[in-house]
């Protein structure tokens, strides 16, 4: 195992444990280091002011600390303290399963962190979006048990074949972004891709709208009325530049309903509006109102077109409890609900979420087709038949029965035998010598084995994935690419170097350092780099040297005029340490 687990992780199942990567702490260089230290000073200077309360209180309870990036073992020994744990990935994972983990109260945590160039925001995920915006909010136990809710609800939400792609795109813009030297015109190029296939996505499946309502609320979520709210979605508490630029009173903001899921986001620009919630428990509220829309609640028949249109592994589950798993391709209809489902490809059958004994895929390797509904001229459904009923209407072992059912799916053959459910009632029946027709079409021929009809007079409901997730192998993740690790220049080696000698001095780990030898061999060698310059004058200010002090702000006064851009980060930087020294007098 590449990762060191603990009672929470060992609950997940294999699936997921197969998009956990070691976090390989040893990786981040002084530099990275100094990013973090930097975006979680200013935000906690400046979040302690906007964010919600839980934000500062959560920093403490999990472990977060501003002047290192968070080691994932440290994280988990406190998180597991609130019945949560975190696990390292690569990037982006797929949402069904970045959804999964959640409902597992698990948080995952992308662990590369973003370049200096890009300190202020990232379309990629990073630690220091995923550490320091997701985990100390979840401090708050309704938030918790909201984030737990999402997954465990948005895990189910069916997907449309094209949400894969457009997944797949947007990972591979993120990668290639937060990869130092990637040309303009292949950024264009990806960026160019994603708004074609977002112009094209044709109806939002339940995945694209519940996602929506996770951007709105877990992302990008304000608390408290429009006029008066405080920040605590994780992009937001993570990003230096939004975190501000949402405060403004020119960015509009909403009363967080229902309608929210119809917003569309787009991760490369600034939001066109946010929404505030007046509480969390608001936000449990309005997701069940949308798992009240979604087809795990409303089965019927646009659930099966559902699955049948995300050319996915999903289940239908009928009013007896059956449930089938597979990947769903034909259905017929009759006055508006289905009467006959079949899925092609390995198939299981299930009951309360347990695989059916000698059901699995070996049994049905090749799909899996059954009637749905009740039988002609009863008014008594099969499932709901007594002993007495069944023998009255000859469904018996050993009868030879011709069922014809309402919508004219017609099933003859001989009765073998018939699963119970502990209540007693009939769930599947299993005949021999079987033919099973459709308006003159063949459905089943006797040659073909047993027949195995599954009892259920509805669809109650239909969602992604398998029913029991033991019946599938679902370990078959691949990345079709993974984060680029770009190799060190000897210029930039080299100023890692600068950077550590400075971070060990102030640490008090080697205090023999020259700081001003440092300090001139940056303005000879980096003469564009600010972030260690920023650092040698919190050092400068500590030991009171006040003409050191004035030479380095001298030369970021320069570094600011060749590069304007960095310009505001230098000014925060700096007042971040006048600020905290003439607190500290």
């Given at each position: 195992?590449?990762?060191?687990?603990?009672?929470?992780?060992?609950?997940?199942?294999?699936?997921?444990?197969?998009?956990?990567?070691?976090?390989?702490?040893?990786?981040?260089?002084?530099?990275?280091?100094?990013?973090?230290?930097?975006?979680?000073?200013?935000?906690?200077?400046?979040?302690?002011?906007?964010?919600?309360?839980?934000y500062?209180?959560?920093?403490?309870?999990t472990?977060?600390?501003?002047?290192?990036?968070?080691?994932?073992?440290?994280?988990?020994?406190?998180?597991?303290?609130?019945?949560?744990?975190?696990?390292?990935?690569?990037?982006f994972?797929?949402?069904?399963a970045?959804?999964?983990f959640?409902?597992?109260?698990?948080?995952?945590?992308?662990?590369?962190?973003?370049?200096?160039?890009?300190?202020?925001?990232?379309?990629?995920?990073?630690?220091?979006?995923?550490?320091?915006?997701?985990?100390p909010?979840i401090?708050?136990?309704?938030?918790?048990?909201?984030?737990?809710?999402?997954?465990?609800?948005?895990?189910?939400?069916?997907?449309?074949?094209?949400?894969?792609?457009?997944y797949?795109?947007?990972?591979?813009?993120?990668?290639?972004?937060?990869?130092?030297?990637?040309?303009?015109?292949?950024?264009?190029?990806?960026?160019?891709?994603?708004?074609?296939?977002?112009?094209?996505?044709?109806?939002?499946?339940?995945?694209a709208?519940?996602?929506?309502?996770?951007?709105?609320?877990?992302?990008?979520?304000?608390?408290?009325?429009?006029?008066?709210?405080?920040?605590?979605?994780?992009?937001?508490?993570?990003?230096?530049?939004?975190s501000?630029?949402?405060m403004?009173?020119?960015?509009?903001?909403?009363?967080?309903?229902?309608?929210?899921?119809?917003?569309?986001?787009?991760?490369?620009?600034?939001?066109?509006?946010?929404?505030?919630?007046?509480?969390?428990?608001?936000?449990?509220?309005?997701?069940?109102?949308?798992?009240?829309?979604?087809?795990?609640?409303?089965g019927?028949?646009s659930?099966?077109?559902?699955?049948?249109?995300?050319?996915?592994?999903?289940?239908?589950?009928?009013?007896?409890?059956i449930?089938?798993?597979?990947?769903?391709?034909?259905?017929?209809?009759?006055?508006?609900?289905?009467?006959?489902?079949?899925?092609?490809?390995?198939?299981?059958?299930?009951?309360?979420?347990?695989?059916?004994?000698?059901?699995?895929?070996?049994q049905?390797?090749?799909?899996?087709?059954?009637?749905?509904?009740?039988?002609?001229?009863?008014?008594?459904?099969?499932?709901?038949?007594?002993?007495?009923?069944?023998?009255?209407?000859?469904?018996?072992?050993?009868?030879?029965?011709?069922?014809?059912?309402e919508?004219?799916v017609?099933?003859?053959?001989?009765?073998?035998?018939?699963?119970?459910?502990?209540?007693?009632?009939i769930?599947?029946?299993?005949?021999?010598?079987?033919?099973v027709?459709?308006?003159?079409?063949?459905?089943?021929?006797?040659?073909?084995?047993?027949?195995?009809?599954?009892?259920?007079?509805?669809?109650?409901?239909?969602?992604?994935?398998?029913?029991?997730?033991?019946?599938?192998?679902l370990?078959?993740h691949?990345?079709?690419?993974?984060?680029?690790?770009?190799?060190?220049?000897?210029?930039?080696?080299?100023?890692?170097?600068?950077y550590?000698?400075?971070?060990?001095?102030?640490?008090?780990?080697?205090?023999?350092?020259?700081?001003?030898?440092?300090?001139?061999?940056i303005?000879?060698?980096?003469?564009?780099?600010?972030?260690?310059?920023?650092?040698?004058?919190?050092?400068?200010?500590?030991?009171?040297?006040?003409?050191?002090?004035?030479?380095?702000?001298?030369?970021?006064e320069?570094?600011?005029?060749?590069?304007?851009?960095?310009g505001?980060?230098?000014?925060?930087?700096?007042?971040?340490?006048?600020?905290?020294?003439?607190?500290?007098?």
């Open positions: 195992m590449s990762y060191e687990s603990n009672p929470i992780l060992d609950k997940l199942p294999k699936h997921l444990k197969q998009f956990i990567k070691p976090q390989n702490y040893e990786d981040y260089s002084a530099i990275d280091q100094a990013v973090w230290r930097y975006v979680m000073r200013k935000n906690v200077d400046y979040l302690s002011k906007v964010a919600h309360k839980s500062v209180d959560g920093l403490l309870k472990g977060i600390s501003i002047d290192h990036i968070p080691n994932m073992y440290g994280m988990n020994r406190i998180l597991k303290e609130i019945g949560w744990a975190a696990v390292a990935v690569d990037g994972i797929p949402p069904s970045f959804m999964e959640q409902a597992y109260n698990v948080l995952v945590i992308a662990s590369d962190i973003r370049q200096l160039e890009h300190i202020e925001y990232t379309p990629a995920p990073d630690i220091i979006h995923e550490g320091a915006g997701h985990a909010i401090a708050n136990p309704e938030y918790a048990e909201y984030l737990r809710r999402f997954g465990e609800i948005g895990s189910k939400a069916i997907s449309s074949a094209k949400d894969y792609e457009l797949q795109a947007v990972r591979h813009l993120s990668i290639i972004k937060e990869a130092a030297g990637t040309p303009q015109d292949e950024i264009d190029t990806a960026e160019k891709h994603i708004e074609e296939l977002q112009e094209n996505m044709g109806k939002p499946s339940e995945m709208l519940i996602r929506n309502l996770h951007w709105w609320t877990v992302e990008y979520g304000l608390i408290g009325s429009p006029e008066n709210a405080k920040i605590y979605g994780a992009g937001l508490l993570s990003s230096i530049g939004e501000k630029w949402c403004q009173s020119d960015v509009i903001k909403e009363p967080y309903t229902l309608e929210a899921a119809n917003i569309a986001f787009d991760i490369t620009k600034p939001q066109p509006q946010l929404f505030a919630t007046p509480n969390f428990a608001h936000l449990s509220q309005v997701l069940e109102d949308f798992a009240n829309t979604m087809a795990l609640r409303t019927g028949l659930g099966v077109q559902k699955l049948i249109d995300s050319k996915a592994l999903g289940s239908i589950e009928l009013s007896t409890g449930q089938i798993s597979g990947q769903f391709n034909s259905v017929i209809d009759h006055n508006g609900k289905p009467i006959y489902l079949r899925t092609v490809g390995p198939t299981a059958l299930s009951y309360r979420e347990k695989e059916l004994v000698g059901h699995g895929t070996e049905h390797p090749e799909g899996f087709g059954s009637p749905v509904g009740k039988l002609k001229g009863i008014n008594l459904a099969i499932e709901d038949m007594s002993p007495r009923d069944l023998k009255a209407y000859k469904i018996y072992e050993g009868e030879q029965v011709s069922l014809e059912f919508g004219g017609t099933v003859e053959g001989t009765i073998v035998t018939g699963t119970r459910n502990l209540q007693g009632k769930i599947l029946i299993t005949f021999k010598d079987c033919r027709m459709h308006d003159g079409t063949l459905l089943f021929l006797p040659d073909w084995g047993l027949y195995h009809m599954a009892i259920g007079q509805e669809v109650v409901s239909a969602f992604n994935g398998p029913a029991d997730l033991n019946s599938f192998n370990i078959t691949e990345l079709t690419e993974t984060t680029i690790k770009s190799k060190k220049s000897k210029e930039r080696a080299q100023l890692e170097v600068y550590k000698q400075i971070r060990e001095f102030r640490e008090g780990k080697n205090t023999t350092i020259s700081r001003h030898k440092v300090f001139q061999e303005k000879k060698e980096h003469p564009n780099d600010w972030l260690l310059p920023t650092e040698l004058y919190e050092l400068a200010k500590k030991s009171s040297d006040e003409d050191f002090q004035k030479e380095i702000i001298e030369h970021l320069t570094v600011k005029q060749h590069n304007p851009k960095v505001h980060l230098i000014d925060d930087g700096l007042s971040l340490v006048d600020h905290s020294f003439s607190h500290s007098i």
